[in-house]
């Protein structure tokens, strides 16, 4: 409700007008029955007109009223749902990786978009049928009782049997309408996931394949669509044959009093037209209840986002000793993924100088990736804890931790708009100077300078119009327009050919003593140079030091090497076999 809180005379004058109009239909009948009781039985046309002028009038006045009660309900619902989708879009931007990874791309794309939609929906009817179509039934009821009371009180047993199909329909498919946006979330992944590896299924020619899936996903949202349609479907036939019947009724009760002369045909007539308003407006009722029901169902799973909370973490008292020159700490670091049965990585623990480079290696899956993911604070660690500057990583604000942190990720991404919109993402207020020295330093000027528009050149959505190596090397542009305290490679450049990996090592290495370069790579040579080496082996520490170190003192980081340098495998067996001899 408090997304609706700016838009409270709009919420108030929809339904007002709407009632307006509904007060104004209420008369129409007795127009009618004045008209055949007076008018007709009396051949006196002057009546005629007067009360044809007056339902006229009604037309008029219940339209106007109509169209501004849906110009209010309409600037509340979308009013609303705006504020409602900007709400959730800041929530999920709030949320850690963690809460991300276990709530799915797809499901959350589902939530923005389909669900709130639904939701406004809703909220639009709700605005304009949820008190007129009450107020009608019931004042029609009333109305009719002010005519005659014996033939009211077939309203009376008619409108408790309505009530009992509507919202028994409405309490059984609720859960059923869950369901159907559950599988249109499975729906909404699958496409995801087809689109965006379209290259890989045409590769290993799978479009059968994933035809046949996507088939099978589509036809479980259409049987359930279609299953719990079926039951709403039902509400119209059920409710016309109760109306019907007591309609019916109504005819036979009213013409033996008319026989007998308690009632005109006027009147009569005016109790039939009650009773079909009654049934126009549960028509609409029933209507109003099924979206209701679909609204409320993805109101519901929209507030499970909200819900979604990040994990909070155990603060440390601050400031704590550490080894002196120490710039990062890690302390017997431990870090498991939620919903994981072993740990990723298992105590760790090392320290880095201000202005050094440190590089990452180790097998697949070795959690290079986690390790370097751990310093901005997109995971929480499980056990242990990191300093920077003698601090605890827990006890930073987010946004002045990330400051201090350029990332470069595993995968290059870039959003629509232009060269310049996103390298200036690092840091809005930047030089033309600043971005053409990170442009140098990254080693993508000629991949500026080749584009129309240099910097204002176009970047399609995920910067489909660049190359790999050209959106590795503008995503380290990016990284390095912010001059980073902590600057992190995660083997952000394999698509750069060995040379432009050599060029892009030596810029880096002017950085130091400014810049703390942490670079995960797969590539011995491109860590080679490092200050120190962390080599991880299936989630632990196998050794630490310079190339020169690990070499004599680190069985998996030689094993790296010499498969990379095989040549180097032979001159080493050969200084071996000598220095024995």
């Given at each position: 409700?408090k997304?609706?809180?700016?838009y409270?005379?709009?919420?108030?004058?929809?339904?007002?007008f709407?009632?307006?109009?509904?007060?104004?239909?209420?008369?129409?009948?007795?127009?009618?029955?004045?008209?055949?009781?007076?008018?007709?039985?009396?051949?006196?046309?002057?009546?005629?007109?007067?009360?044809?002028?007056?339902?006229?009038?009604?037309?008029?006045?219940?339209?106007?009223?109509?169209?501004?009660a849906?110009?209010?309900?309409?600037?509340?619902a979308?009013?609303?749902?705006?504020?409602?989708?900007?709400?959730?879009?800041?929530?999920i931007?709030?949320?850690?990786?963690?809460?991300?990874?276990?709530?799915?791309t797809?499901?959350?794309?589902?939530?923005?978009?389909?669900?709130?939609?639904?939701?406004?929906?809703?909220?639009?009817?709700?605005?304009?049928?949820?008190?007129?179509?009450?107020?009608?039934?019931?004042?029609?009821?009333?109305?009719?009782?002010?005519?005659?009371?014996?033939s009211?009180?077939?309203?009376?047993?008619?409108?408790?049997?309505?009530?009992?199909?509507?919202?028994?329909?409405?309490?059984?498919?609720?859960?059923?309408?869950?369901?159907?946006?559950?599988?249109?979330?499975?729906?909404?992944?699958?496409?995801?996931?087809?689109?965006?590896?379209v290259?890989?299924?045409?590769?290993f020619?799978?479009?059968?394949?994933?035809e046949?899936?996507f088939?099978?996903?589509?036809?479980?949202?259409a049987?359930?669509?279609?299953?719990?349609?079926?039951?709403s479907?039902?509400?119209?036939?059920?409710?016309?044959?109760?109306?019907?019947?007591?309609?019916?009724v109504?005819?036979?009760?009213?013409?033996?009093?008319?026989?007998v002369?308690?009632?005109?045909q006027?009147?009569?007539?005016?109790i039939?037209?009650?009773?079909?308003?009654?049934?126009?407006?549960?028509?609409?009722?029933?209507?109003?209840i099924?979206?209701?029901?679909?609204?409320l169902?993805?109101?519901d799973?929209?507030?499970?986002?909200?819900?979604?909370?990040?994990?909070?973490?155990?603060?440390?008292?601050?400031?704590?000793?550490?080894?002196?020159?120490?710039f990062?700490?890690?302390r017997?670091?431990?870090?498991?993924?939620?919903?994981?049965?072993?740990?990723?990585?298992h105590?760790?623990?090392?320290?880095?100088?201000?202005?050094?480079?440190?590089?990452?290696?180790?097998?697949?899956?070795?959690?290079?990736?986690?390790l370097?993911?751990?310093?901005?604070?997109?995971?929480?660690?499980?056990?242990g804890?990191?300093t920077?500057?003698?601090?605890?990583?827990r006890?930073?604000?987010?946004?002045e931790?990330?400051?201090r942190?350029?990332?470069?990720?595993?995968?290059?991404?870039?959003?629509?708009?232009?060269?310049?919109?996103?390298?200036l993402?690092?840091?809005?207020?930047?030089?033309?100077?600043?971005?053409w020295?990170?442009?140098d330093?990254?080693?993508?000027?000629?991949?500026?300078?080749?584009?129309?528009?240099k910097?204002?050149?176009?970047?399609?959505q995920?910067?489909?119009?660049?190359?790999?190596?050209?959106?590795?090397?503008?995503?380290?542009?990016?990284?390095?327009?912010?001059?980073?305290?902590?600057l992190?490679?995660?083997?952000?450049?394999?698509?750069?050919d060995?040379?432009?990996?050599?060029?892009?090592?030596?810029?880096?290495?002017?950085l130091?003593?400014?810049?703390?370069?942490?670079?995960v790579?797969q590539?011995?040579?491109?860590?080679?140079?490092?200050?120190?080496?962390?080599?991880?082996?299936?989630?632990?520490?196998?050794?630490?030091?310079?190339?020169?170190?690990?070499?004599?003192?680190?069985?998996?980081?030689?094993?790296?090497?010499?498969?990379?340098?095989?040549?180097e495998?032979?001159?080493?067996?050969?200084?071996?076999?000598?220095?024995?001899?």
């Open positions: 409700m997304y609706l809180k700016d409270k005379l709009e919420s108030v004058m929809a339904p007002l709407k009632l307006l109009e509904a007060a104004f239909e209420l008369f129409v009948p007795l127009v009618m029955a004045s008209i055949i009781d007076k008018g007709i039985a009396n051949q006196d046309m002057g009546h005629i007109a007067r009360m044809g002028l007056r339902l006229l009038l009604l037309a008029v006045v219940g339209l106007i009223s109509a169209v501004t849906q110009f209010f309900a309409a600037k509340a979308v009013g609303f749902s705006t504020k409602l989708r900007q709400a959730l879009f800041d929530h931007q709030g949320l850690d990786f963690t809460n991300i990874d276990k709530v799915g797809s499901t959350m794309i589902t939530r923005m978009t389909s669900d709130i939609n639904q939701v406004q929906s809703g909220v639009n009817m709700v605005l304009r049928l949820f008190l007129r179509s009450p107020i009608i039934v019931f004042g029609a009821m009333i109305m009719a009782f002010t005519i005659d009371v014996k009211a009180l077939i309203f009376v047993v008619a409108i408790p049997l309505l009530a009992i199909v509507v919202f028994g329909i409405m309490v059984w498919t609720m859960p059923l309408y869950k369901k159907v946006q559950a599988n249109l979330d499975r729906v909404l992944g699958i496409t995801r996931e087809n689109l965006t590896g290259r890989v299924i045409r590769a020619h799978k479009e059968a394949e994933e046949e899936r088939c099978q996903y589509t036809e479980e949202l049987n359930s669509q279609t299953y719990v349609a079926k039951i479907a039902v509400m119209n036939p059920v409710t016309y044959v109760i109306v019907n019947a007591a309609t019916m109504l005819i036979y009760t009213g013409a033996i009093q008319v026989n002369g308690t009632l005109t006027g009147e009569v007539i005016a039939i037209n009650y009773m079909s308003q009654i049934l126009v407006e549960l028509v609409k009722l029933a209507n109003l099924i979206t209701i029901t679909k609204a169902a993805c109101a799973r929209v507030a499970n986002v909200f819900e979604i909370n990040n994990a909070k973490q155990l603060l440390t008292s601050g400031t704590v000793q550490q080894e002196k020159d120490a990062l700490a890690f017997n670091v431990s870090m498991t993924y939620q919903g994981a049965g072993a740990e990723t990585l105590d760790i623990s090392f320290s880095v100088r201000k202005g050094e480079t440190i590089g990452v290696i180790g097998g697949t899956g070795s959690g290079k990736s986690s370097v993911n751990l310093i901005p604070g997109f995971y929480p660690v499980t056990e804890s990191i920077l500057n003698g601090k605890d990583l006890d930073y604000d987010e946004t931790l990330r400051n942190i350029g990332v470069v990720p595993q995968k290059a991404v870039l959003f629509k708009g232009t060269i310049r919109s996103n390298l993402w690092g840091k809005p207020n930047a030089t033309e100077e600043e971005l020295h990170a442009i330093l990254a080693q993508a000027r000629e991949v500026v300078e080749g584009k129309e528009g910097l204002d050149a176009e970047v399609a995920n910067g489909k119009n660049f190359s790999g190596g050209q959106r590795q090397r503008l995503t380290i542009a990016r990284a390095l327009v912010r001059q980073p305290e902590i992190i490679l995660d083997d952000s450049a394999s698509a750069l060995y040379a432009t990996d050599a060029k892009l090592r030596s810029a880096l290495r002017t130091q003593g400014h810049t703390t370069t942490f670079i790579s590539r011995a040579s491109t860590i080679r140079h490092a200050d120190q080496i962390i080599c991880l082996d299936d989630g632990e520490m196998a050794g630490i030091g310079t190339h020169d170190e690990l070499m004599k003192n680190c069985e998996v980081y030689r094993e790296i090497y010499f498969s990379q340098y095989p040549e495998r032979l001159k080493a067996q050969k200084n071996l076999v000598g220095g024995d001899l």
